[in-house]
């Protein structure tokens, strides 16, 4: 009964360090999403992953790289933190792309110093 | 392109008042439409979607929402509200048999409710 897991929950990082975030989900969704939360700007997309062995860029891709593993998991890599990246990041999978709504899982809070 | 904007970025409120938070979209082509509640802290629960068929859409805790194509609206309410609804709400838009589509989001309205 997981849904959407995502690890870590908090993370701090040096600028200039990198890390990945580690998403998987068990409902065989095949549809998988990336987005970033800020202040006073909802939800941005970041990548998005229609079925397993496809991504594509969202919105805001800069910074960013992807990895559909396999059709439970996909991750998100931040290759050079900047402050700029300091959000909190959510992953989502739904059944197919775009319908019928999202499960969301509980979010990363990153601060990049 | 689909957008979506939510009229007010904060709802205050007392305790057990009625409340609507207001969502309108842009869309040249059919769309689906769905709401969303961030608690503090959490991820987001889908509230309520609107997909086809009857305009008039109920979710969980009470809320409901109507489509309104005319008006390009979908705006959320509830008759009365509890300290427990305190919460960011985000209203969402996709266009649906879009191998392109993705889920669109809203700012969000924080509706804060005053005992």
């Known amino acids: 009964n997981a849904g959407v897991t995502q690890t870590p929950k908090f993370q701090v990082l040096k600028t200039g360090q990198s890390m990945t975030l580690q998403c998987a989900q068990d409902m065989n969704h095949n549809s998988m999403y990336w987005y970033r939360q800020d202040p006073g700007m909802g939800l941005r997309l970041i990548y998005y992953?229609?079925?397993?062995?496809?991504?594509d860029k969202g919105e805001v891709p800069n910074g960013y790289n992807v990895s559909r593993l396999n059709k439970r998991e996909f991750s998100l890599r931040l290759e050079s933190a900047a402050p700029s990246q300091t959000s909190v990041y959510f992953c989502?999978?739904?059944?197919?792309?775009?319908?019928?709504?999202?499960?969301f899982g509980s979010g990363t809070r990153l601060t990049v110093v | 392109a689909q957008s979506v904007t939510q009229l007010d970025s904060q709802v205050p409120v007392f305790e057990e008042a009625p409340v609507e938070l207001r969502c309108n979209y842009s869309s040249s082509v059919s769309v689906y439409l769905f709401w969303y509640v961030q608690y503090p802290n959490q991820g987001l629960q889908l509230l309520l979607k609107?997909?086809?068929?009857?305009?008039l859409v109920k979710g969980i805790n009470g809320f409901e929402a109507e489509f309104n194509k005319s008006q390009t609206s979908f705006h959320l309410r509830k008759p009365s509200v509890h300290i427990s609804d305190t919460a960011e709400y985000f209203c969402a838009v996709s266009v649906p048999y879009s191998s392109a589509s993705k889920i669109i989001f809203g700012s969000g309205t924080r509706l804060s409710i005053r005992p």
């Open positions: 992953s229609a079925s397993e062995g496809t991504t």
């Open positions: 609107y997909l086809s068929g009857s305009t």
């Open positions: 989502a999978s739904s059944e197919v792309i775009g319908g019928y709504g999202y499960t």
